[in-house]
């Protein structure tokens, strides 16, 4: 009897103990510097290491030169190849032999630049927008500031190595998401493979992503079939890295994995990317946190014709992805939502916000807007107006100093004709006498 609740608490030991190493490998174990993991809006960041260590991104630099191509032209415009494209390109790059005269547009060009990753396409680019290298570059660092990459500069256009070249795999994952917001620079990005139409001095191009990920055009040993398109970088100082996207079902993810290694010709950037991804599809379930339009808090409402309080309703409907052994409890909010507003106000307004986070990282927010209209009441305005001038420190001090010194006035003016009248009494008696 004693052996056999002693086998038995033996095999109890040992699933608890399999189970727990088994929820700890589904953790990544990768070789990359830094790593991030994110969905598709770039909202919940759901896995990263290192997301703010700075690398040299090399060609991932293009991502950058793309967008600030987009931001500072048409993409119907027609680009004239300077006769000098080769003075600015070192020997050996990665080019699609752009000719001098040659007539193309900006589209093809930003196509060529993030799928093909050519460098002369890339200072094509930097000319037509900047008129200079210099110049674009001051573009692409001030598109960097608008959107607050704050471990982010660059030096070129072309990912070229330089000090002064350097990002973030948090930094990236904005970039990214910028991308993904555009739907022009999404179709591109996304693609494993692009064609081009024939120029004044070409026949039509095919250009390939250098992401194996997404296509077998250099072998199948790191293709991912929910990957898709993405970029790919390698170099001696920046290590191997890549960014791309994936869609398994109605989940969608982003991965930026930078600075990993190569090591016996294995690319682990790719074997990185691809454990990310099986991470996030099979240990987390998507769910819905807050549903569009649903009702989440009631404000006061100012100066109001009629009731004075409007619901504030959810903008957008929320989707989180929890770990499949937790639930939404475990999804933190700040509601960010002011004492009162103030009249007119018409629905669909932004009122507010709630900001999530899930275990220690971002989440996402969701605007709260007001659910109905408003009308000013212009009675109560100008009271309110009036009690609120009255109600400021300085007019206030204005006032008591105002007072007090009408209140010192009038003692003195008092007691001025208080001695006149005191005067006057005494001399009338005098003559009496």
Request: net charge positive; charged share 20%; hydrophobic share 40%.
């Amino acid at each position: 009897m004693y052996i056999k609740k002693k086998m038995i608490l033996l095999f109890i030991l040992f699933i608890l103990s399999v189970t727990a190493v088994s929820s700890f490998a589904s953790e990544p174990d990768i070789k990359a510097t830094g790593a991030i993991l994110a969905m598709s809006n770039g909202d919940q960041i759901l896995y990263d290491k290192n997301p703010d260590q700075q690398v040299f991104p090399f060609n991932l630099t293009k991502l950058m030169t793309a967008l600030a191509a987009y931001e500072n032209s048409n993409i119907e415009d027609v680009v004239v190849i300077a006769d000098n494209i080769k003075d600015y390109l070192n020997p050996f790059e990665q080019i699609m032999d752009l000719r001098p005269g040659e007539q193309i547009k900006v589209a093809d060009l930003i196509k060529a630049t993030i799928v093909g990753s050519y460098n002369d396409a890339a200072i094509a680019l930097a000319l037509h927008c900047g008129g200079t290298n210099e110049g674009f570059v001051d573009m692409m660092n001030q598109q960097a500031t608008n959107l607050g990459l704050g471990g982010t500069s660059f030096a070129n256009p072309t990912g070229a190595h330089d000090t002064m070249n350097y990002t973030t795999a948090r930094d990236m994952l904005l970039i990214y998401k910028k991308i993904y917001s555009v739907r022009f620079l999404k179709e591109c990005i996304d693609k494993a493979y692009v064609t081009i139409p024939a120029t004044n001095k070409s026949k039509e191009r095919t250009f390939w992503t250098g992401n194996g990920m997404s296509t077998g055009y250099y072998g199948t040993r790191y293709v991912y079939s929910y990957a898709k398109g993405g970029k790919a970088s390698s170099s001696t100082l920046g290590g191997c890295s890549v960014a791309c996207a994936a869609v398994k079902g109605n989940s969608s993810f982003i991965c930026i994995v930078l600075g990993s290694v190569q090591d016996e010709s294995v690319n682990y950037s790719f074997v990185d990317a691809k454990e990310i991804f099986e991470y996030g599809f099979n240990d987390f379930t998507r769910k819905t946190i807050l549903h569009q339009d649903s009702i989440v808090a009631e404000v006061k409402v100012k100066n109001a014709m009629g009731v004075g309080r409007s619901l504030l309703l959810a903008e957008k409907t929320v989707n989180f992805y929890i770990k499949n052994d937790d639930d939404i409890s475990k999804v933190e909010s700040v509601r960010n939502i002011p004492e009162f507003i103030s009249a007119p106000t018409v629905k669909g307004d932004v009122v507010g916000s709630i900001n999530y986070t899930y275990n220690g990282r971002n989440a996402g927010s969701v605007s709260l807007i007001a659910g109905n209209d408003i009308k000013l009441n212009r009675t109560k305005y100008v009271l309110n107006s009036i009690l609120w001038f009255f109600s400021l420190k300085y007019i206030k001090l204005f006032l008591i100093i105002a007072f007090s010194t009408v209140v010192v006035y009038l003692s003195i003016v008092f007691s001025v004709i208080l001695k006149a009248r005191k005067k006057t009494k005494k001399t009338k008696i005098k003559k009496i006498s």
